[in-house]
């Protein structure tokens, strides 16, 4: 079965640090790959997406993420977070060969300390 | 309206009673979904809706849970007979059909039963 696993649960960086989350999938075809992000009190969004193309997305807020095939992973990345960064962060994939449903990690929180 | 719309946000039950959740997608966006979020959890997918086609209901855990969409539109989840595992926040999204586009959120129901 699909399954996404983010590896780091918890993050506390201290504004300015460089961020890297962790996420890897398992299928072996072809996938779309998202990270969507809730902030304190806010529903789910879209924080950057990949389909195909350039392995290297950017996303909003200064965002990008690395899709890297070899390794099954799309790991989430910025070089410089700020405290408003302070949210939970979820992996997702959707497979390309008939499904639509998006299988999601089970989240990171990321707490930057001001 | 221009998001998902979910009510109420915030529900407390008593175990064993019925609860309804409504989901009011996205003008225009033929796709529903409903997931469940749990502390600790990831994002569980129950339930899909994609115009007129039958509903993949795979995700729903037990028979107790049922949902329905009225005139392509809003839609209804449905838990029977609550139990404390139930607790949780269930979230509805919406999208336009087709692979790889993102999903919007609504922002959720909190379900606790008691």
């Known amino acids: 079965a699909q399954s996404v696993s983010q590896h780091n649960h918890h993050v506390i960086l201290s504004e300015a640090a460089s961020l890297e989350l962790g996420c890897n999938y398992s299928?072996?075809?072809?996938?779309?790959l998202f990270w969507y992000v809730q902030y304190p009190g806010q529903h789910l969004q879209l924080l950057l997406k990949?389909?195909?193309?350039?392995?290297l997305v950017k996303g909003i807020k200064g965002f990008e993420a690395e899709f890297i095939k070899s390794k099954f992973s799309f790991n989430l990345r910025k070089p410089s977070v700020q405290w408003s960064d302070t949210a939970e962060y979820f992996c997702?994939?959707?497979?390309?060969?008939?499904?639509?449903?998006?299988?999601f990690g089970t989240g990171t929180r990321l707490k930057v300390l001001a | 309206g221009a998001g998902v719309s979910q009510s109420p946000s915030n529900k407390v039950t008593e175990k064993g009673k019925d609860v309804e959740l409504r989901c009011d997608p996205i003008?225009?966006?033929?796709?529903l979904y409903w997931y469940r979020q749990s502390l600790g959890q990831g994002l569980e997918f129950l339930i899909y809706?994609?115009?007129?086609?039958?509903?993949?209901k795979s995700g729903l855990p037990s028979d107790r849970f049922s949902a329905e969409r009225t005139g392509g539109s809003v839609s209804t989840l449905t838990i029977q007979r609550t139990q404390q595992e139930d607790s949780a926040v269930y979230l509805c999204?919406?999208?336009?059909?087709?692979?790889?586009?993102?999903?919007?959120f609504g922002s959720g129901t909190r379900l606790t039963v008691v």
């Open positions: 999204a919406s999208s336009h059909p087709g692979q790889g586009k993102g999903y919007t």
């Open positions: 299928y072996g075809g072809t996938v779309n």
């Open positions: 990949y389909f195909s193309g350039d392995p």
């Open positions: 997702a994939v959707n497979t390309t060969s008939g499904t639509y449903k998006y299988i």
């Open positions: 003008s225009g966006h033929t796709a």
């Open positions: 809706f994609q115009g007129n086609s039958a509903p993949d």
